[in-house]
């Protein structure tokens, strides 16, 4: 079993940024591909990035794309996601989700049907 434990979200003003960490434990994620995925209120949990196990491969959505970096470090079983630049349609609760590596060490999976373990999540508030 893997637990995931998602941190850093809050309330930010509209251009500002923030860091969500998404700590593993349990076992170790190294052979695991990560993503971040988000969910507004009256809306399907949708894709905003991933990367794959041994970090060589990431892809973002469109509507993040050159604002949102993901990154991850294995010795520390931890992944994260560098917001900048947040809009408030950024407004969402985060979940980090964790993927089995069925697609080898490059794949990055966008579909949250795939993911095989999840966190509670963080709130992002974007106030305009």
């Known amino acids: 079993q893997v637990q995931l434990v998602e941190s850093g979200g809050g309330l930010v003003q509209a251009g500002g940024s923030l860091r969500l960490s998404c700590a593993a434990s349990g076992r170790t994620v190294t052979s695991y591909s990560m993503g971040w995925f988000r969910q507004a209120p009256g809306k399907e949990r949708e894709f905003v990035a991933g990367i794959s196990y041994n970090g060589g491969s990431t892809d973002y959505a469109d509507s993040v794309k050159g604002r949102f970096t993901i990154s991850r470090d294995n010795a520390k079983n931890t992944v994260y996601l560098q917001m900048n630049r947040l809009k408030p349609e950024d407004t969402a609760v985060y979940y980090c989700?964790?993927?089995?590596?069925?697609?080898?060490?490059?794949?990055?999976?966008?579909?949250?049907?795939?993911?095989?373990?999840w966190g509670q999540g963080t709130q992002v508030t974007v106030s305009s």
């Open positions: 989700g964790a993927e089995l590596g069925r697609h080898g060490p490059l794949g990055v999976v966008a579909s949250s049907r795939e993911y095989d373990y």
